[in-house]
């Protein structure tokens, strides 16, 4: 038997490294070497718990940890077309039959090797070339996260934006939105170092939010409109929620105008009391925002020409051998923007 090194969920906070099989592929399915590998909040997420919850016990199974995958294809099965040894390739983890990838299923990105099932080109795989570092490339999944939350936004050129956490999704969320055309946005985060990625990528302007009056900041920045009652509001025309704390709401509310939009991607981490008789009086649209229904691929040509831009999003890159670190270091607040483990010869 050929084993692979895999990271799975162990004690609370705590990866295991464990020696599994390695994958044979079957005639439909294809082998990759995994080059380089994101971490997600949730996977700190799951890390925290201490796996996955199985059922009304409370008891944990161990999963596999990873659904940030790029690498390079090593084994095609015979029945594979579009696909050859030497591919460099994106995953979209919920394409896998035995369950999402890194969340839940059986199969986990932040591994040596990763078996994709029932292979094809722009269902559950996408191939870049060998102009965009791997590392880059593993923002794929994530940035397909806040292409359809601005997608979800109907953000128009002459919108005004205001994005709060300046997080991967955050950031992504900036980049797309400047890549619409969208005139004005703004990113709003309590950590100075984040508030600087998010001007090198395209924002217009930031606000500490620990520091400034967010609502006198959207309104200098944004002009003055009025709710429904006409008390004075910032002229901001959509909020996007990227930070997943309550404060988010209480902001948005306090400072919407008439008609704005309120657009959540970020998990909230636990509820939140919101004034809803101030939700009325600004007619606040509330818009969801889950995953990537569409847009796990779309990304994938317009992140091959602003590689460089993406690039920005990387804090850390750390190799598979301390996986251990790279995993501290997510599930430090503060600590990191965006953690990508690589392994090997990363290029």
Same mark, same amino acid.
């Given at each position: 038997?050929?084993?692979?090194?895999?990271?799975?969920?162990?004690?609370?906070?705590?990866?295991?490294?464990?020696?599994?099989?390695?994958?044979?592929? &079957?005639?439909?399915?294809?082998?990759?070497?995994?080059?380089?590998?994101?971490?997600?909040?949730?996977?700190?997420?799951? =890390?925290?718990?201490?796996?996955?919850?199985?059922?009304?016990?409370?008891?944990?199974?161990?999963?596999? %940890?990873?659904?940030?995958?790029? &690498? +390079?294809?090593?084994?095609?099965?015979?029945?594979?077309?579009? =696909?050859? #040894?030497? !591919?460099?390739? #994106?995953?979209?983890?919920?394409?896998?039959?035995?369950?999402?990838?890194?969340? &839940?299923?059986?199969?986990?990105?932040?591994?040596?090797?990763?078996?994709?099932? @029932?292979?094809?080109?722009?269902?559950?795989?996408?191939?870049?070339?060998?102009?965009?570092?791997?590392?880059?490339?593993?923002? $794929?999944?994530?940035?397909?996260?806040?292409?359809?939350?601005?997608?979800?936004?109907?953000?128009?050129?002459? !919108?005004?934006?205001?994005?709060?956490?300046?997080?991967?999704?955050?950031?992504?969320?900036?980049?797309? %939105?400047?890549?619409?055309?969208?005139?004005?946005?703004?990113?709003? /985060?309590?950590?100075?170092? *984040?508030?600087?990625?998010? =001007?090198?990528? &395209?924002?217009?302007?930031?606000?500490?939010?620990?520091?400034? @009056?967010?609502?006198?900041?959207?309104?200098? =920045?944004?002009?003055?409109?009025? $709710?429904? %009652?006409?008390?004075?509001?910032?002229?901001? @025309?959509?909020?996007? /929620?990227?930070?997943?704390?309550?404060?988010?709401?209480?902001?948005?509310?306090?400072?919407?105008?008439?008609?704005?939009?309120?657009?959540?991607?970020?998990?909230?981490?636990?509820?939140?009391?919101? /004034?809803?008789?101030?939700?009325? *009086?600004?007619?606040?649209?509330?818009?969801?925002?889950?995953?990537?229904?569409?847009?796990?691929?779309?990304?994938?040509? +317009?992140?091959?020409?602003?590689?460089?831009?993406?690039?920005?999003?990387?804090?850390? *890159?750390?190799?598979?051998?301390?996986? !251990?670190?790279?995993?501290?270091?997510?599930?430090?607040?503060?600590?990191?923007?965006?953690?990508?483990?690589?392994?090997?010869?990363?290029?």
């Amino acid at each position: 038997m050929t084993t692979m090194k895999s990271a799975l969920t162990g004690a609370q906070n705590h990866i295991a490294m464990v020696d599994v099989e390695r994958p044979v592929p &079957g005639p439909k399915d294809m082998l990759m070497k995994i080059r380089a590998c994101g971490i997600c909040g949730t996977d700190t997420f799951f =890390l925290h718990l201490g796996g996955m919850p199985t059922g009304a016990d409370g008891s944990m199974r161990s999963i596999p %940890l990873g659904h940030e995958p790029a &690498g +390079e294809v090593v084994e095609v099965g015979a029945e594979v077309t579009g =696909l050859k #040894v030497g !591919d460099r390739v #994106v995953v979209n983890p919920q394409g896998a039959l035995s369950g999402i990838i890194g969340c &839940g299923g059986e199969l986990g990105g932040m591994s040596e090797y990763l078996l994709i099932e @029932d292979a094809e080109v722009g269902k559950s795989v996408a191939v870049f070339p060998d102009t965009v570092p791997f590392d880059v490339a593993a923002l $794929n999944e994530p940035m397909a996260v806040a292409r359809h939350c601005v997608n979800r936004s109907e953000a128009k050129p002459g !919108d005004k934006v205001v994005v709060f956490g300046a997080g991967p999704i955050g950031l992504g969320a900036t980049i797309w %939105l400047k890549l619409r055309g969208v005139k004005h946005v703004v990113v709003a /985060d309590v950590i100075p170092e *984040r508030l600087e990625t998010a =001007l090198a990528v &395209g924002a217009d302007a930031v606000i500490n939010s620990a520091e400034e @009056d967010v609502t006198a900041r959207l309104t200098e =920045l944004h002009g003055e409109a009025a $709710n429904a %009652l006409g008390q004075p509001r910032a002229g901001t @025309d959509i909020y996007i /929620d990227a930070a997943g704390v309550a404060a988010v709401f209480n902001a948005t509310v306090d400072a919407a105008k008439w008609g704005a939009k309120l657009v959540m991607v970020a998990v909230q981490k636990k509820g939140a009391d919101i /004034d809803l008789g101030g939700m009325l *009086r600004s007619e606040l649209t509330l818009i969801a925002s889950q995953g990537y229904p569409t847009e796990i691929f779309e990304v994938t040509p +317009e992140i091959v020409e602003h590689h460089e831009r993406f690039a920005k999003l990387i804090s850390h *890159r750390v190799p598979f051998r301390e996986a !251990d670190r790279a995993f501290g270091l997510a599930m430090t607040p503060g600590a990191a923007e965006k953690v990508v483990v690589t392994f090997g010869d990363e290029g």
